[in-house]
């Protein structure tokens, strides 16, 4: 069994155990192409099963926080349709490709990234960088 912070470091883990010659990706259908492209560069059969659809639902937020977690890049979409990013709001995302896809919507909001990707590491980062 391997277990990584992302899809490209269970890649990597997954491309290092040599009896691996096939992987079934049960996922959703906004699955990044990220764990396919490089097991398949590798010589792995790469196969992805969508077994779940992502249908974004977005809510106006009125107030303002000091805060907000975003779990995945699909999030941040459904954020922004009802919503604007602000300056003085702290953003902390699960991992680099929830970060990225913040980027690049608005690279000078403020963004931390857990160093784990969970809430509890995610309250960490928030907590630390408002300690600053």
């Given amino acids: 069994m391997a277990v990584a912070d992302s899809a490209s470091q269970l890649a990597d883990k997954i491309m290092v155990d040599k009896s691996i010659k096939s992987v079934l990706h049960i996922c959703g259908n906004l699955k990044l192409d990220t764990l396919g492209d490089k097991l398949t560069a590798s010589g792995i059969s790469y196969k992805p099963l969508i077994v779940y659809e992502t249908i974004p639902v977005s809510n106006e937020i009125s107030e303002a926080y000091d805060a907000v977690m975003f779990y995945s890049p699909s999030g941040i979409d459904s954020f922004l349709m009802k919503n604007k990013l602000a300056l003085d709001t702290l953003y902390c995302c699960i991992g680099e490709a929830t ?34």
């Fill in 99 to 132: 970060a990225d896809r913040l980027r690049s919507i608005d690279n000078s909001v403020n963004i931390v990234v857990a160093k784990q990707p969970t809430p509890e590491e995610m309250l960490k980062a928030i907590i630390e960088n408002k300690s600053k």
